[in-house]
Every structure is written in C-alpha cells, then in structure tokens.
C-alpha cells in the first residue's frame, strides 16, 4: 500500500487554494490534505466545508492566519500529534487590493501587502519546519506571481506596485530557504491567469487601462490547479530548488 502524502494548503477557501485542495484530493487517493481557513467553520469556508465532505477523513479544514506566530504554531502543533510530519506545503494564501504607479499607492497598502504576502509565509515556514524536516521528500512551495519577476517588470502592462513589490520579496526568501535548508525542495510557483474573485478585483480596480491583458489567457481554477500540482508532485531539488516556476513549465528571471 503506497504511504499517505500531508499536505499543508494555506488559503484554501477559494480561487486557486480551494481548487487544489480538490484537485489534490481527487488525484491522490492517500492524500490527506489540511487546509488553512481564516475561519474554518464559517460561512467564508462553506465551499471547503462541502469540499471536505466529499473526501471523509481525508481533509482537515484548520485554522490559518496569514503572519499569526501563535496561530500557525497551534496549527503545526494539531499537525504534529496527528500525523508528525507535511511532506507538501503550498503557502498559497495573499492579497492584491491595491492599484496605481508607486507615488500613488499609500504606504500603508504596501504595509498590508507585506504583511501577508512576505511575512505570512515566512511565519509560517517557521511554524512547519521540523514537520517538513520529517518528511522523506518535503517541499515548501510559496505560490508567486510574474508581476514579482524584476526582470519583467517592462514587459507587465499593469500597475502591480504593492502586489509586485511584495511577490518579488516573496521569491527572494522562496529562494534563501532553498539555499539555506540543502533537505528541502522549495521554489516559487506562478499559477498564471486564473479566473478567481482576487484577479477580478484586479481588473476592476486597474489604473493603467491594460488589465484587459490579464483575461487574454485565463484558465479556471480548477485547471491551473490540475496544472500547478502535476508540477509540484514532480518537483526535485535538483530540477526546481530556488527557481522561479510557473504553470507553462518554464522559469521566470
């Protein structure tokens, strides 16, 4: 009998982490999935809820605040005692409600941005590192975006100021962990396009008049995620540890 995989999902109640929870879930039979909600038992989580009950006893919806110390050390804790390892943790939970060029953007919108899409994961990989230290095979797996590459900054058409400032220090520490942890499988993954509420947002809110830009290769959630966990299972150290990946299968600089 294969052994089991655990799995970490943080942000899983909607958009692209509710759609892995599933995708994980239907592809992997030994799965066992814990899925970060902000409120696991609320309404916000009901679309997870109905998702955990299609799979008995093999999701686990738990409590996740993106940068809470405490919270996130309670979370690996249940973790600990339940399975005493996460061979996969995708930190997948973050914001982009900000628009305008760089003297525009209040600070405080950097502030927030930070806070959960750079301090958030690096809580949290401070909460579950010994549980990915268990694993024979643990990755650690920030979800990204092309708006946080440097490089293509000039190629990006939209006003990604807050959001992309935050991306691009995400894929730094992505990459310091894969360089300080030589045990660990860890690299960014960009999902691409995706029809989610947060992308919408984006749209609606967009300044520069070029957000059309984004819906030019849109896939459903659902099949980006099909896409980005084919990618995560088949991930190696050698291959992919402290690059920039995305859902096309090629790196970002």
Avoid at 36 to 64: C, D, F, H, M, N
Avoid at 167 to 177: D, F, G, P, S, V
Wanted: charged share 20%; net charge neutral; with cysteine.
């Amino acid at each position: 009998m294969s052994q089991s995989k655990i799995y970490l999902v943080a942000g899983a109640t909607r958009g692209i982490g509710l759609a892995l929870v599933e995708e994980i879930a239907s592809k992997d039979p030994f799965a066992f999935i814990y899925a970060g909600a902000r409120t696991p038992t609320g309404l916000g989580a009901a679309k997870l809820q109905e998702i955990s009950r299609k799979y008995p006893g093999r999701i686990e919806i738990v409590k996740y605040v993106a940068g809470d110390k405490e919270e996130n050390e309670a979370t690996a804790k249940i973790i600990r005692e339940k399975h005493g390892r996460l061979d996969v943790v995708i930190a997948n939970a973050g914001i982009s409600n900000s628009a305008g060029q760089i003297h525009e953007i209040a600070v405080n919108q950097f502030t927030d941005h930070f806070s959960i899409n750079v301090v958030g994961p690096i809580v949290l990989f401070q909460a579950v590192r010994e549980l990915l230290k268990a694993s024979s095979h643990p990755r650690f797996i920030p979800i990204s975006s092309a708006v946080g590459s440097i490089e293509l900054i000039s190629t990006i058409p939209i006003d990604g100021g807050a959001y992309g400032a935050s991306k691009a220090a995400l894929n730094w520490i992505t990459r310091k962990i894969h360089f300080e942890n030589d045990w660990l499988v860890a690299f960014s993954l960009c999902p691409g396009s995706v029809n989610t509420d947060m992308a919408n947002n984006v749209i609606a809110i967009d300044k520069s008049g070029n957000a059309g830009v984004i819906k030019a290769h849109w896939r459903e959630p659902n099949v980006a995620a099909g896409i980005l966990v084919d990618i995560i299972v088949a991930s190696t150290r050698e291959k992919d540890g402290g690059v920039f990946n995305n859902v096309e299968g090629t790196k970002y600089p």
